[in-house]
């Protein structure tokens, strides 16, 4: 049974740091990924990882984003700095397999304010 089980979000003040984990079961990922969605809005893409360790961001979080993987424990990390309070959404991980199949985690709300 494939599983994506992500931790770490919740309420920081801007500024702030925050990092997320998201732990896969059943599955070998090619590449991982956080996304982000606002009520009402389209998911967005955050940061990607390939298993191979490459890297890419979108340009509203270079800079401040660090999106990194462990192999052997299937889990990716999105360490969070400098947080604005425009980082305020609900955060996604994706897994997408070797055979191209999408799988989603459940979400993870972040807020940043004061």
């Known amino acids: 049974q494939v599983q994506l089980v992500e931790s770490g979000g919740g309420l920081v003040q801007p500024g702030g740091s925050l990092r997320l984990s998201c732990a896969a079961s059943?599955?070998?990922?090619?590449?991982m990924a956080w996304y982000r969605q606002a009520p009402g809005k389209q998911r967005e893409l955050v940061a990607i990882i390939t298993r191979a360790g490459s890297t890419n961001y979108a340009d509203s979080v270079k800079g401040r984003f660090t999106i990194s993987r462990d192999n052997a424990k299937n889990t990716v990390y999105l360490q969070m700095n400098s947080l604005k309070p425009e980082d305020t959404f609900v955060y996604y991980c994706?897994?997408?397999?070797?055979?191209?199949?999408?799988?989603w985690g459940q979400g993870t709300q972040v807020t940043v304010s004061s």
């Open positions: 994706n897994a997408n397999t070797i055979d191209d199949t999408d799988y």
């Open positions: 059943g599955i070998i990922f090619r590449a």
